[in-house]
Structure formats: C-alpha cells, structure tokens
C-alpha cells in the first residue's frame, strides 16, 4: 500500500502558473503508473494526466494539452503536475493517484487503487 500526499495548490489569477507535487510513501515508485485528476463542486471527477511505470509515456485530457506538464522524480518519489496559463475552468480539488497493477493507468479513475487528499486550486478571472 502506498500513501500519496499532495501540495502546491493554491489562488491564482488567470494566466498564470503552478506546481503541484504529489509526495509517495514508497521508495519504488517506478513501479507506479500514476495520474492527476480533478474534481469541482458538483461535477464528476475529469482525468487530467498520467504517466506510466518509469515515466516513458504520458497522457493529457484535451482540456490542459500543451498547458500542463507531468512528471515524476523517482529518487524523490514525487510526481509532479505544472500547470501553465492557467483558466477558471482549472478551478477544481486536484487529486493524485497511483496504479499498482498496470504499466499505464489511463484516464478511467477506476484503474488507480490509491489517492491523496487532494489540494485545491483556483483560478480568478
């Protein structure tokens, strides 16, 4: 079992940038594929990013392609998401999530078998 504990969250106006980290209990954190999603008031929780075991392919929604970024640092056993031009439609508790069982967890949120907290994000128009 791993415990995932994310940071970086925070209000920021239209346009700018942030850092989400996503701390793991685990020293082997290459053999996690892992993903970000995201969850506002009164919607279903939306895939943002994943990547796979080892960090060799990544995945984005439509929505944050060529805006949002992940990665991970195995040595820190931390993955991160930054998140660039940010817009209100960012809004939203970001969630990390890690899948134990398959090279590349996807989009489906099913997949993941562990999750943070999350931390939350708003962007101001």
């Known amino acids: 079992q791993v415990q995932l504990a994310e940071s970086g969250g925070g209000l920021v106006q239209a346009g700018g940038s942030l850092r989400l980290s996503c701390a793991a209990s685990t020293r082997t954190l290459g053999n996690y594929a892992m993903g970000w999603f995201r969850q506002a008031p009164g919607t279903e929780r939306e895939f943002v990013a994943g990547?796979?075991?080892?960090?060799?392919?990544?995945q984005y929604s439509s929505s944050v392609t060529g805006r949002f970024t992940i990665s991970t640092d195995n040595a820190k056993a931390t993955v991160y998401l930054l998140m660039n031009n940010l817009v209100p439609a960012d809004t939203a508790v970001y969630y990390c999530?890690?899948?134990?069982?398959?090279?590349?967890?996807?989009?489906?949120?099913?997949?993941?078998?562990?999750w943070g907290q999350g931390t939350q994000v708003t962007v101001s128009s």
């Open positions: 999530a890690a899948d134990p069982r398959r090279y590349f967890g996807g989009s489906d949120y099913t997949n993941y078998a562990y």
């Open positions: 990547v796979s075991r080892g960090g060799g392919t990544s």
